[in-house]
């Protein structure tokens, strides 16, 4: 089983950056398939971006270029780069992790979670 632990959620003027990250207590965090999800009050949740083990990228067409999603395997931990905030970015902020993938997008199965992090964003 992999722990992840989320962090950098906070407040923000709309226009405004956050930097969430995302620590995985796992002995091999290479191989993963990475991603986060957000899920707003009476929303389902979302899929935002994933990375996989070579460093390709996949982002919802909402967050395009406004968010990036990044790694760093030497610290076993994922980043969420989020520029030009808008309030609709607004909602708990999830890191997920799947070992058993063939294709790593946000619309992928992953079994392990973190707790989650909350942005607010005010416009």
């Known amino acids: 089983e992999v722990q992840l632990v989320e962090s950098g959620g906070g407040s923000a003027q709309a226009g405004g950056s956050l930097r969430l990250s995302c620590v995985a207590a796992a002995s091999t965090f290479g191989p993963y398939c990475m991603a986060w999800f957000r899920q707003a009050p009476g929303k389902d949740r979302e899929g935002v971006a994933a990375?996989?083990?070579?460093?390709?990228?996949t982002y919802a067409d909402s967050v395009k270029g406004r968010f990036t999603i990044s790694k760093d395997n030497a610290k076993n931990t994922l980043y969420l780069q989020m520029n030009s905030l808008k309030a609709e970015d607004t909602a708990m902020y999830y890191c997920?992790?799947?070992?058993?993938?063939?294709?790593?997008?946000?619309?992928?199965?992953?079994?392990?979670w973190g707790q989650g992090t909350q942005v607010t964003v005010s416009s």
């Open positions: 990375i996989d083990s070579d460093g390709s990228t």
């Open positions: 997920a992790a799947e070992s058993d993938w063939r294709y790593c997008s946000p619309a992928s199965s992953f079994r392990y």
